[in-house]
Every structure is written in structure tokens, then in C-alpha cells.
């Protein structure tokens, strides 16, 4: 009796977690925006969607909604200005807005040079100079300094770097 008792609440409890809903991918829009709502707003009526086709690093990708993402699973941001040069609409117009909306984090977890393995594969890309060891081992992102233009991310060995909507500035 109680073992049938433990097996249907083990049942209950692993049907209640595979009924979860999977983690999305979180959203991340191009530089060059001071007014996120507008991607919602103008981006899924635009026909053209040039500044996706003009992405020098093929990172601006159009998703289901209409509105521009960047995926950073192969490349980063340049910053060459080319989409804010294709945007008609005005989304993309701000170029002193020269950095991603979202913060870019290291999980010390997965991280091999957290766990005293020789790795600095993340500095090296890093044209702002925003990753920093501490020590031989355990890198740290300045967010102060990082443009979160995501070349850390797939030259990451481990993939322990992430990128998440939303500047989360160290003061």
C-alpha cells in the first residue's frame, strides 16, 4: 500500500516536470535602438527586413513575430552600422548607441578556468578589454566596459558565457 502510494507520487511529481514549459532563448536586439518597444511596434511590418540581409557577420536573424534577433552561436557584432544604415523605419537610428541591450555572463559552474583548467579562449576576442582573470583562473565581465557584442560567446569551450536581455551595469 505505501509503495503504491510512493510510486504515484513520484509519477505525479515527474509528469508535473515534464509538463514544464522548455527554456526559451532569451531575445536580443540589434544596437542602435534607444526605444525597445519599437521592434514590436514597427519591425513586423516592415517587408524589407534589411537589416538582416545586411549583417556583415550574419548575426541578425527575423523571428516569428517579425522583429530582429541577434544569434550569437557562431559570430558577434561588429558594430559596422550597416543595419542602422538599412533600417528605413527608424528603429535602428541611434549610433551613439553603440552596444547590445543585455548583459553578458560567465556560469563559474561550467567555466573550466573557474575549475583551475588553463583557459582564457574568452579574453582573447575581446576588443573592449572587459573580461578580466583574477588571478590565473576566474574570469569576470566589466559590464562597465563590455559592448555585449558576444564574441566571448562561441569561442567559449565549455559554453559557460551567456548573454541575457537587459544591461545590468556594475557601479
Not at 558565457?161 to 557601479?171: A, E, L, M, N, S
Amino acid at each position: 500500500m505505501i509503495d503504491e502510494e510512493r510510486r504515484g507520487l513520484f509519477a505525479s511529481l515527474s509528469s508535473a516536470i515534464k509538463r514544464e514549459k522548455p527554456d526559451r532563448k532569451p531575445v536580443v536586439r540589434p544596437p542602435y535602438n534607444n526605444d525597445p518597444s519599437l521592434f514590436h511596434k514597427i519591425c513586423p511590418d516592415c517587408i524589407e527586413k534589411r537589416c538582416a540581409e545586411v549583417c556583415e557577420e550574419e548575426i541578425i536573424f527575423i523571428d516569428e513575430a517579425g522583429t530582429p534577433t541577434l544569434n550569437f552561436s557562431q559570430k558577434g557584432c561588429t558594430f559596422c552600422d550597416a543595419c542602422a544604415d538599412a533600417c528605413n523605419a527608424g528603429v535602428l537610428s541611434d549610433k551613439t548607441v553603440n552596444f547590445i541591450d543585455a548583459t553578458v555572463e560567465i556560469d563559474v559552474l561550467k567555466c573550466i578556468a573557474w575549475q583551475q583548467v588553463m583557459c582564457s579562449s574568452c579574453k582573447e576576442p575581446c576588443l573592449e578589454d572587459a573580461i578580466a582573470f583574477l588571478g590565473l583562473f576566474r574570469p569576470e565581465i566589466d559590464m562597465n566596459r563590455c559592448t555585449a557584442c558576444g564574441w566571448c560567446i562561441p569561442v567559449c569551450p565549455a559554453d559557460a558565457i551567456k548573454i541575457v536581455p537587459g544591461r545590468k551595469d556594475k557601479t
